[in-house]
């Protein structure tokens, strides 16, 4: 079935059941950024395969709602697919509400599946549209009738982490849940993200592609802890530990009937960003229900000294293979051989060989030239450039190892530098520095952050669509919360031991694309009369390429910034190599 | 009554009724933010007259919570009262609510009168407290019972003002907010904001110190506009100004039946953050609720061109008056005759001198040594600091003007400057600097501003505990919303046409304070392949003091902005000044 014949199929359907506008979210039952095949439900309705986007579609207008990062591919991949590319002005807001509010007749019903809308969306859309009179549905699910061959959920194995990697053992871990929510009176707690579920429980596995996590829920209260499983994923050893944690294994599909069976007057926390509605819904009526985050989510942001001290190594071996591959590139670029896929496949293949390597992060994303230029793109058969020495790369791209995550962008040029792109990378590589360098008092939020790495960038009239940063997981998702550096008012306080990625930007369509991205760890300095003062510590070792730079840019702190770190990582790095690597990083790293 | 035993009364009272905890916040049926002597309930139960903070009270504790500015004012305050001080960590957050989720009983009895809550600060209450089990009631008012001769609501004339000033007219503000009422489908629509009832029907009065509104409340409809206002309030030619724009006058007390009786099936449009919790409740059910920001609080925010040029003028008088007063201070400073009180009366004499002058718009600040370091000090008779030759000493002041509302700091020595003093003056200056020089994005909130302005104060590991600006009112409040400068998550976009302040500061407990305060304007510069760029349009006048200058803290660019500002100020002020002010101002202004 083509795209446009599914949505003729869905529009019959709503017309059908008297559904005037029917809302498709990416997402799944746990909420994940990262989806399995599963639950690609936009992908399959309309074309578009990027991480972030909602559909809303009505019997005259078919939209995707998504951010500048994907204004290029969306625009591509919808094409004859009936649905028209409506661009967000602010990066994963729920726009399509205030669209729906105006341009549908006076009390339309409104209707999505509430598997894949977490709670917090679906209250917005309640309470945007039903006080205005329209009728929300939040238990329409309109793809399952008409996708042929939907895939099933995946059933990878799955298995435990050790204490002397995760640094605090799972039994440590529920006590710290219980602790809190007795601070919130609640007897009953659902964790239904992912990474959260993993971190409490120290399990990791592959269910979704570049993300470690186990397709699961559990249910904990002060006496017991239900894990709700697929049979058989966990190995003996994971099974062994969870049974010593007095964890109760049960099926994943239990999750519903104990979750409807909670009785009468008990009181039960649950995270509205990271719970889905369906399952909301089937708290009984009499049930109190106390929305927070989850304990566990910010708990796992907290990387504990453990956590970190692997971090740093697997930045080292991280590292190693980032100056292998930029080496080999240099060397190889002129043999005209090499595209922006196969230098993918030997990066992965480098990494491959470091101790403790799982998998990549995310799909390496290689842009030569105006490819560049796609913050989020990823090289296809018809797509594949051909490296030639002329023109800026860009490679952004991470690791899955047991000791850590990882997660990086470095631009070169491949040969016949401009002006421009010497001024254009000086001018992301400063917005890098200042960030790096920010000075900050103790409950500084990420938005403040997000604005102190795009003032120099934006007293040039320059700017990029995407935000700063994103949290980092330890041997988790690229992508973790509850934190996050961009414009939005995401009122989370950075905290001592959190992981984020700082990573500005500048994109020229038909051009060039500049990032250059390194993770950070935020931390205690000094406590004086006006308060106490963090900083960050760079985590990420890979040279950062001085040929690029444009000095007149820069003021000297800048510089001083950049030599320095440039010499650490040669001092951490170096080590680990072989003569010839080390003379190469030696010359990459000299001060300027 | 001693505040000790107003709070034994309360408490007596709490046992009566079964109240386990009573909340006084700190505003009015208005929620405004400075309060009629009537609702003045914090400062007549426990001593602190701050114009910001909670008290709660139970049997075993009773506590102000106040924000870093006023930490010396409210431990002195607070003395022999049986209230204590707590310490807010975020400015104007309800962390009392948290404290009481923590140390009540179970099942606990939480009350509040919800004539001095927004339904917000209800909602906050409720929703945190009512899920773990606690009753809340916000219907209890226990200081009627025990206040003895509570003064009674002003009575203060009020009058209009002319479209030459205010560049719309009445029916036109109408014609906007019924349009905005469409959109968001409410035929209903309540504003109690005094400041958006002023702006929206174009009347001032002077109901409130150095705040010219007038207390009432408006009911709009597609139809009709009531205006609930004390009887005989309005003079002739206001009352014949609203006549011919179809505004219905009604008693002041009419609104709450008014409100009872909006039928069902209808819709009203109500501001969560600025209608209280007493009137809200009074919708009757089956009346849908929308809860949005008021629009006439957005439309207020964004002056118009008439009112930019008018309070550009102003700016010019208001900086005369300052030159006047400055000149004057540093020749009289030696006499010993000049106090922190004479010098306040002297500079409201010189603004009282210049066209437009209706008030000043807030109680002059004129700390003097370490009087400055309390960001809301107002001189007493009994604190009263006698001026020498040493010293910074700093001012904080404003003018009501016909045609705009200033507000502005400047900090000087007096003599013997120290080190400390010129390096804590020139990072302030920077950040004044950095904060007015700052280039941005549309739809950048004003928590990125606060960031980008504190930067490279944060830098030296100093901080100031307040935000960096508030919005400005055109002849209304000199605090207005829904902007505001700071480190909160408040989700408003700087739009052209805002007016805010932006002031930094450095306060060391014992010695000095330092703000340094200017107005400025948000407008549209380039638009570019990267977005719509803004900056900020600075429009208070008055001379920057560079003898305190440390210049090795400033990059040139600090510098250049420094001296183009004051060459601005003596371009736009010395036409207005006698030769000899002209030649003082002139030796003030030069370049360094």
């Known amino acids: 079935m083509k795209h446009i014949e599914k949505l003729a199929a869905l529009r019959l359907l709503m017309k059908k059941e008297g559904i005037d506008a029917y809302i498709i979210p990416s997402s799944d039952p746990h909420i994940s950024e990262y989806l399995p095949e599963h639950y690609q439900c936009i992908s399959w309705t309309s074309g578009f395969t990027g991480s972030a986007g909602t559909l809303a579609i009505t019997q005259d207008f078919a939209g995707l709602w998504t951010d500048s990062r994907y204004f290029v591919q969306a625009n591509q991949q919808l094409q004859n697919s009936g649905f028209e590319l409506v661009k967000l002005v602010v990066q994963h807001a729920p726009e399509y509400i205030q669209w729906l509010a105006q341009n549908l007749k006076d009390e339309a019903t409104v209707a999505f599946d509430g598997n894949l809308a977490s709670l917090l969306v679906a ?325 403040q952050i997000d604005a102190i790495t795009r003032r120099s960038i934006w007293a040039t009239k320059r700017n990029y669509g995407h935000g700063t940063g994103h949290g980092v997981g330890f041997f988790l998702n690229v992508h973790e919360g509850p934190h996050v550096f961009n414009g939005t008012a995401t009122d989370i306080a950075i905290l001592p031991g959190m992981i984020t990625s700082i990573e500005p930007g500048l994109y020229r369509e038909g051009k060039h694309g500049i990032r250059i991205e390194n993770l950070v760890a935020a931390k205690n300095i000094d406590e004086n009369q006006f308060g106490q003062f963090m900083d960050f510590e760079t985590l990420t070792l890979c040279y950062i390429d001085t040929s690029l730079v444009e000095k007149s840019w820069l003021h000297q702190e800048h510089i001083d910034w950049l030599n320095a770190y440039n010499a650490m990582v040669y001092e951490r790095i170096s080590p680990k190599l072989d003569q010839e690597h080390q003379a190469w990083l030696k010359e990459k790293t000299k001060a300027i």
Chains 1, 2 share one sequence.
Request: hydrophobic share 40%; glycine share 8%.
């Open 123 to 447: 209250q917005q859309i309640k309470n945007t549209l039903e006080p205005i009179g329209f009728k929300v549905n939040g238990h329409v699910d309109l793809l399952t009738p008409i996708w042929e061959n939907r895939p099933s959920l995946p059933i990878a194995p799955a298995y435990a982490l050790p204490t002397e990697v995760t640094g605090k053992s799972t039994e440590e871990k529920i006590a710290d849940v219980r602790s809190e929510m007795k601070k919130l009176r609640t007897g009953y707690h659902l964790i239904s993200s992912l990474d959260d579920l993993a971190w409490f429980l120290n399990i990791r596995g592959t269910d979704v592609k570049c993300n470690p996590v186990v397709l699961g829920f559990a249910l904990v209260t002060p006496e017991t802890v239900n894990l709700y499983i697929a049979p058989g994923k966990l190995d003996q050893n994971a099974l062994d530990g969870l049974t010593k944690a007095q964890v109760t294994i049960k099926s994943y599909t239990d999750v519903t009937g104990d979750i409807a069976a909670i009785p009468t007057g008990a009181r039960i926390l649950i995270d509205p960003k990271r719970t889905c509605f369906a399952l909301y819904d089937l708290i009984p009526e009499g049930v109190q229900i106390v929305e927070s985050l989850n304990p566990s989510n910010l708990m796992k942001a907290l990387k504990n000294e453990v956590e970190l001290a692997h971090t740093r190594n697997a930045m080292i071996n991280d590292g190693v293979a980032l100056t292998q591959f930029f080496k080999w590139l240099e060397e190889n670029v002129a043999t005209g051989a090499l595209t922006e896929m196969s230098i993918a496949d030997k990066l992965q293949g480098l990494r491959a060989q470091q101790p403790g390597f799982k998998d990549i992060s995310f799909d390496t994303i290689a842009g030569y030239k105006d490819h560049g230029a796609l913050p989020h793109y990823k090289a296809e058969p018809d797509s594949n450039y051909t490296l030639k020495p002329e023109g800026l790369l860009l490679v952004d791209s991470g690791g899955q190892y047991i000791t850590g995550t990882t997660d990086i962008t470095r631009v070169i040029s491949l040969g016949q530098l401009t002006q421009e792109e010497k001024d254009d990378y000086t001018i992301v590589l400063k917005g890098t520095i200042e960030g790096s360098q920010a000075v900050f008092t103790a409950g500084t939020r990420g938005y």
